[in-house]
Every structure is written in structure tokens, then in C-alpha cells.
């Protein structure tokens, strides 16, 4: 019996033929994310829809497509209703949706895409505002969860590559209600201790909505804010969050915010013996240096007989001195003769020579009185003597002739 072959169009009508007549096929309900999205330029969407272990190729005819109530773009999560056929040209099969309906996650993203173009216009995400990452730190802080695997990653990085410095762990919740609150408390926390010189802000990998307090404005604020560096390292390498842009540094991972916020050991210990040996051949060199200078000195001193000369200085020396011992005495005898005039004139001046004569001076108020204007009934004057201070009271004041 001679044996029958089909062509793979005959085939692929086959497969199609049993695809259109399956009941199960005919009305499927699908959820999954949205990747290779393309919005072609007559109105369809074609893309990929997907979940953790399988993929489908999915369209959209404009006809269906124009009813979408939102933008769709990668990473979104979706409800579809649609037929499952196969597309001969291809040989594939594919999912023809006919609705599309975002669980949230489509308006998480609209949210997203406003707040970055909103804080990028406030020139929050500009170089000029990132603060320099510490080169040798002494302590490290990290803003995640003491529980995940970020914060092991993070320690072991950190040990393995600088162990001379410390991890203080600031503990805070990184997703669910209350992450963003938690995240700004612990960040505000570590600024206002301020023991560490680095700062290490973010989680493991996600969904959109496990990472989505790191795309909260209270959280971007406060990264801002921050006197002290932060390294953002939130989720895996193709995740990104407001927080990264905001940050002095970003991560792709906690592992590589580890590394970047510290020093490797052996390197340094490479630089320090590489550094040492500079500075040996260096010393050496100038000791050999100096000591042909020396030798060229030595023969310099003996050619130009220095104890002569030394001998010449000394006599120099000494005639310097004796002219300028000279010169004081005169100037001091000069200065001796004006003070003992200034002295008898300022003894002439002297109220306490008046005073010896009888005379006395009257205050009121620490002020000297010098008219009966300047006293009234009642006031407290002191009266200085020769010999000491005298406090009346003040009876009358009357004026000459009255």
C-alpha cells in the first residue's frame, strides 16, 4: 500500500479546522501580563500575553481594540476574552481578543508615568543633586525588610568584600499597606542618628505591585531629602522605580548596591603594599639624592675654608650687637626722662591731689554731679574723699540765693 503524505497547508487546515470546532476554544477567558506590546498604525494591537511559565500570541482588531478603556504597555496584567485559533500563514496558534479589561495594575502604571514626568520637570532625578557614594565607609545603613533575602544579600556582599565595616539594618515593611509610611520613618530615622555614611534603600524582586511603595511620592521626597547618600536597590536589573531615579545611585540588584557602597578588601590591601613600595623606592631615591649632595657640599666647605668665614660672621655678630645695646640704652634713658615729666604733670592733673586739700567729689548714679540740677530729694549720693567714701541722703536742694 503506497503511503499517503499531506503538504502543511493540508496540516495546518487540519489543526485549524479542529481548533475552530472546539467549544472550549470558541469563548476563553484569559489573564496574564502584556509583553512585545505594538499598537499598529491601522488600530491593532498584536502582543504576547504571558504568566510565570507560558505564553500565548494574542491581536486585537481595531474594531475590538478602539473599546479599550486604557493604554496598554508591557508589564501590564490584563483580563482578555477572546477565540483561540491558529493563523495558517505562521503555523502557530494564537488567542483573537475581542475584550481587554486592566485588574489595576493598567492604572498603577498610568500613576507611574505621571509621577516620574512630574518629579523630573521638579529636577529631582538631575545629576546635580546626587550626593558622592562614601569610597572607605565605616558604617553602612539599610532600609528593607530584616526578614527577605535582599537584607542576607546585602550583609554577606558587604562582609565578604569590606569587613571592617558595620551593617545597621533600619527594619521597615516593603510592601502592602503601610510600606510607603514605614520606608520615609526608617530613611528619616538613619538621618537624624546619623552614624552611617551610606545609605541602602530597596527589596527584592516583584511584581508591579509588591515594588509599588517605591513608586510612592512620600518615598521619592524623602530619598530627596536624604543629607546622607542612598544607593536604591529595588527588585531585579529590568525592574525600575521612581526611587532609583531619585536616588544618589542606582542598583540592580541588593547584591550590587552592596558593592557599590563598599571597598573590595583585597584590593585595597594590593593598593596599600603597591603604595608602600612606592614610597620605599621613593625614600630610597631621595637618600641617594641627598647623599651626593652632601658629598658635593663637602668638597664646596673644604674649597672655600669655612672657619674663616665663620670666624668673619661671629666678629660681624658681635659689632652688630654692640652698636644696637648702644642704641637701647640711649633710647631707654630717653624713654626714662619722658615718663618722669609725664608723670609730674599727670600728678599736677590728679583730682586725688585736690583732694588732699580738702576737696571731695559727689555722685549720684555713678554720674558726677556738678549742679544742683543734677539732684533731687531723696536721691543717694556718694561722696568720695581722700581716704575713703561717704553715702548721704539728699534733704533739700536750694540755689544760691533762693
Known sequence: ???????????????????????????????????????????????????????????????????????????????VRGTVTVYEAGGYYQITVREMKSDGVGDLYL?????????????????????????IPTAIGVVTSPTGAAIRDIINTINRRYPLCRVIVYPALVQGNGAKESIVE??????????????????????????????ERI??????????????????????????????????????????????????????????????RGIKNIIENNKVILANLDKHLEKNNPLEKLNLKRKQIDDYVLKNNLLIENILNTKKHQYGVLNEKLKALSPLIIMEKGYSISKVNNKIVRSIKDVKKDDEIEIDLIDGKIKTMVLEVNSNGK
Open 1 to 79: 500500500m503506497q503511503e499517503q503524505y499531506l503538504n502543511v497547508t493540508a496540516l495546518t487546515k487540519y489543526i485549524k479546522y479542529k481548533f475552530d470546532n472546539d467549544k472550549h476554544l470558541v469563548e476563553v477567558l484569559l489573564m496574564g501580563e502584556i509583553s512585545n506590546f505594538k499598537h499598529h498604525s491601522r488600530g491593532h494591537f498584536y502582543f504576547t500575553l504571558k504568566d510565570e511559565k507560558s505564553q500565548i500570541s494574542a491581536m486585537m482588531f481595531s474594531s475590538n481594540a478602539q473599546n479599550v478603556k486604557f493604554v496598554p504597555k508591557d508589564g501590564m496584567k490584563v483580563f
Open 186 to 215: 526608617q530613611i528619616k530615622t538613619a538621618n537624624e542618628q546619623n552614624i552611617v555614611d551610606t545609605l541602602i534603600v530597596g527589596r527584592g524582586g516583584g511584581s508591579i505591585e509588591d515594588l509599588w511603595a517605591f513608586n
Open 111 to 135: 500613576a507611574y508615568e505621571a509621577l516620574k514626568k512630574e518629579l523630573q520637570e521638579l529636577h529631582m532625578f538631575d545629576e546635580a543633586y546626587k550626593k558622592p557614594i562614601k569610597t
Open 219 to 280: 518615598v521619592a521626597e524623602a530619598i530627596f531629602n536624604s543629607r546622607i547618600p542612598i544607593i536604591s536597590a529595588v527588585g531585579h536589573e529590568v525592574d525600575f522605580t521612581i526611587a532609583d531615579f531619585v536616588a544618589d545611585k542606582r542598583a540592580a540588584t541588593p547584591t550590587a548596591a552592596a558593592e557599590i557602597a563598599t571597598p573590595n578588601i583585597e584590593a585595597l590591601k594590593e593598593y596599600v603594599i603597591n603604595s608602600v613600595n612606592r614610597m620605599n
